[in-house]
């Protein structure tokens, strides 16, 4: 019998979801295999700070108290004494009592973005969002086409409660946004919290860089400001809120929670349980252990200390090198320099080619827009490589602007 490759492996929405998309994601985690490129262009920690043994200990601990239970295919809401601890975690920061029920455990948080996206979009359904746009959030939600608003806080002039009483959510990142490394201030906050009560629109807020604080801190998430308002009863109000052990202990858990209403969770839930049947039972109770034995509150110090150095290092080598080109706010926490250009004729897109050249990478500001014209900024990370590294980085990238300003692009 002859066999035949299907003549069209993949639905056509799917090959324009890919071709839009255009794989950046794994584009900029494969650039930091070559040992000769420089990829400031990932969101990732520094995997020589990585917890390793207390990791072992961890996995060591969590099979001697789970047994074959941490191997099974568990729960579809996730581990129950780890959802039970995110809660009291969350009651503890919002003076509001959350339970197991307000919680359920993802894949990351991308796989809450990935649910929330099935749950509640319809295509042509509108997105009110934080502008420029975390591009994981943008491939998630995609496939389903949502149109997208720009998001403006600021209280009087900005987003209106009848703007956002037709949108089917808010998505926004307040701490240390990726990609703009900008924190939202409280007042701000507050205003669209009050504003999406007002016309009773979800507000996904999505806050994986909360660990990583270095001048300051965050002030209240926007789950928080809720719970101080209405602090009685069973939480039914409209945040869903986004947290994840990737950028504070390791991505590689692939541990991350999404807390909301109790109905909220239930239909998330359904939604999970076709995605995954169940999410690592043995990574949740590795990730439980840590947590218990206050290992992440021991870690994040010492990545802190470093991040902020290598913050520094970036901003003060950029300072030196790009500084007629560029222009930027140092950020206060988080893994990313958002670079805006002064020089009018820089088109970031056609600088990354240039930049790949070089043999060192960031990312370019289109891939943050739903439009892909944002071509006046890029996205550089510092928490990946040490200093050093940073500035031969740097040094490159001026490099590839000089060339590319001579050049005819
Ligand atoms: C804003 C934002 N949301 C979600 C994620 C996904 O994180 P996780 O590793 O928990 O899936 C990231 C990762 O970079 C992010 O920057």
Sequence with gaps: MALRTPSSPVRPAFSRWISQ??????????LGIDPDFI???????????????????????????????????????????????????????SGRTFTIDNVLLTVGAMQGLDLIGKVLIDPGDRIVAQ??????????????????????????????????????????VPNYSNPTGALVPTSARQALLEKALEAGTWLVEDDPY????FDGDTGPSILSLHGRMEPDGAYDGPVVYLGTLSKSIVP??????????????????????????????LTQAIALEL???????????SIVRHYRERRDAL?????????????????????????????????????????????????????????????SAMRVN???????????????LAKATKRYLTSNY
């Design 39 to 93: 990829s400031m262009a990932g969101g990732l920690p520094a995997a020589e700070f990585y917890p390793t043994a207390a990791i072992a200990e961890a996995a060591e601990k969590a099979l001697a108290r789970w047994g074959s239970g941490a191997l099974e295919y568990g729960p579809i809401e996730g581990l129950s004494a780890l959802r039970r601890h995110i809660a009291e975690r969350i009651s503890r920061e």
């Design 252 to 281: 590689g858990l692939r541990v991350g929670w999404t807390v909301a209403s109790a109905p909220m969770i239930q239909a998330l839930a359904l939604a999970k349980q076709s995605s995954d049947i169940a999410s690592s039972m």
């Design 21 to 30: 998309s255009n794989n950046i994601t794994q584009q900029f985690m494969a």
């Design 131 to 172: 502008f420029p746009t975390y591009v994981g959030a943008l491939d998630a939600w995609r496939p389903r086409r949502p149109v997208y608003e720009a998001l403006d806080w600021s209280a009087e002039t900005g987003t209106g409660v009848d703007s956002l009483r037709t949108a089917k959510f808010i998505y926004t």
């Design 210 to 213: 909360l660990p990583l604080q």
């Design 291 to 301: 947590l218990e034995a206050g290992r992440e509150e021991a870690h994040v110090p």
């Design 315 to 375: 901003c003060a080598a950029a300072s030196a090198e790009l500084g007629e080109w560029f222009e930027w706010d140092t950020p206060p926490g988080g893994m990313f320099v958002w670079m805006r250009t002064r020089h009018p004729a820089v088109d970031t897109d056609a600088l990354y080619r240039f930049a790949l050249e070089e043999k060192v990478a960031f990312v370019p500001g289109s891939v943050f827009d739903p439009a892909t014209q944002l071509r």
């Design 382 to 396: 510092f928490t990946r490589n040490a200093p050093s590294v940073l500035e031969e980085g740097v040094a490159r």
